[in-house]
């Protein structure tokens, strides 16, 4: 269903939050998967991968961390325009309509609201693949 060499990134503060994205995410078949603690670590994996080569293709990105904000990263990738369509989708607590607009402006793909299961993960990566990639799903 997914193209299972997709690079993925990967971004929460939560170490439980990360293995438990990374770990449905390997159960769906994905293989390339890299995780980043924080904003500034994810924008240096994002400009690795970027110069390597082999760039990041989907970002699943917590909207509140300490120091600058899912949000914040989110506005960082998009001033890129080799970025300007990579399916970025935040997950987060937040109901604050005031950031889901902002992050609808800045152009995220879509969200995933904690607490959530696998079920919400795969529904929300199929909506964000479709859109960004659809000659990859079956």
């Known amino acids: 269903m997914f193209r299972s060499d997709t690079h993925i990134l990967v971004v929460d503060d939560s170490i439980n939050i990360r293995r438990i994205v990374v770990d449905h995410l390997q159960k769906l078949g994905f293989s390339k998967i890299v995780a980043a603690e924080n904003t500034a670590e994810a924008l ?10 082999s760039p990041i293709q989907l970002v ?36 604050e309509k005031g950031a889901v607009i902002e992050a609808a402006v800045n152009g995220v793909s879509g969200y995933i609201v904690k607490p959530f299961n696998a079920d919400t993960l795969t529904k929300r990566l199929k909506e964000a693949y479709r859109k960004h990639y659809p000659e990859g799903l079956n």
């Open 44 to 53: 240096e994996k994002l400009k690795s991968y970027k110069q390597s080569g």
């Open 60 to 95: 699943l990105s917590d909207l509140n961390m300490p120091g600058p904000s899912g949000l914040d990263f989110l506005k960082e990738v998009r001033k890129d325009p080799q970025y300007q369509a990579l399916p970025f989708i935040l997950i987060t607590t937040e109901s």
